[in-house]
């Protein structure tokens, strides 16, 4: 399985982004496309998962009702759309994928991609 996410940027307090991930290969084999964040000196951690079949969502309570996450089955994509964007937000994102039903845990995720950066500027 891999995984490539894109759309990452420098953007103002208050503006908006979306992230994607293209996933490819063998796309049966986990059940779950995670979007985590990593700010430096941070541990790595959990914003939105979203079940690759049934399209069920989770959220961290952080990014609840700015954030969404969906997937667009005819590219094999997720994207992350993210608004009301603030300081903390600022970090390198990653998409994974994993076995485990909406996982929050990121040791759950057996394939990440590379991440991409989102700096927020006050």
């Known amino acids: 399985v891999q995984l490539q996410a894109s759309g990452g940027g420098s953007v103002q307090a208050g503006g908006s982004l979306t992230l994607s991930c293209a996933v490819s290969?063998?796309?049966?084999?986990?059940?779950?496309v995670g979007w985590f964040r990593q700010a430096p000196g941070e541990e790595r951690e959990f914003v939105a998962a979203?079940?690759?079949?049934?399209?069920?969502?989770n959220y961290a309570d952080s990014v609840k009702g700015r954030f969404t996450i969906s997937r667009d089955n005819a590219k094999n994509t997720v994207y992350l759309q993210m608004s009301s964007l603030n300081s903390e937000d600022t970090a390198v994102y990653y998409c994974?994928?994993?076995?485990?039903?909406?996982?929050?845990?990121?040791?759950?995720?057996?394939?990440w991609g590379r991440g991409t950066l989102v700096t927020v500027s006050s």
């Open positions: 994974g994928a994993s076995a485990v039903y909406l996982s929050t845990a990121a040791r759950n995720y057996d394939f």
């Open positions: 290969g063998r796309t049966f084999t986990f059940y779950t």
């Open positions: 979203i079940n690759w079949k049934t399209e069920t969502t």
